[in-house]
């Protein structure tokens, strides 16, 4: 039998064992490469956002936006995918403002909508956030209606965009409804939020605000008062 091992002696290198305090390389490596692909995807989605609006849908190209980014084109294959993948993208970036993983009905403003009791003061909290959207995606808006005509997949985008602007509506006037001194009479809930995905189409913004000069102050006063005048009580 062999004689025990020295207590005295540090063990060595294959019977060495790891520092819980230590985190493990692998987690550390793993958020490195995170966070450049992160980084990488940012200035993709960055160029792509750029291009469009410089030079149109149409226009831009892969290779551009590889050129802008300072990445190759299968990079920004491997990050986010074609022209159409980069346009949804931008957008949905626009839409919340970041490109955090957060939804929009986890972020301040629209918790300040659903913690609001006064019909008046939730739908001014509404319109105040339906137009910073816009303000944010008119732009690119503009660009999804062209692209529209001419690229299938962006037609496809503009139509999902259209569908998720109603289910939005449609969900904030349900929770409208069920205020006290909510809807008035007469009103169905569909024909309300039907009047609110109308109103609140980026078209209307960029007529008024780009295009006219409009202050955002003169278009939420006036968005508020059209739909209080047909959404609430007298």
Known sequence: MSPPPDATRPPDATTRQPDP???PQKRYTSRVRDEQARRTRRAIVTAAHELFLA?????TTIDGIAEAAQVSRRTVFDSVGGKAALLKLALDWAFVGDDEPVALIDRPAVKAIVAETDPRKALMLWVRTANEIAARIA????VLTAAADVDQAAAELLATADHNRLVGATKFISYLASLNGGLPAGMTEQCAAELCWALTDGHLYRQLVAQHGW????FNR???NTLAAALLPA
């Open 21 to 23: 305090m230590r985190p």
């Open 55 to 59: 030079q149109g849908y149409a226009a």
């Open 139 to 142: 732009p690119l808006g503009g």
């Open 215 to 218: 202050s955002t102050a003169d």
């Open 222 to 224: 006036w968005l508020y």
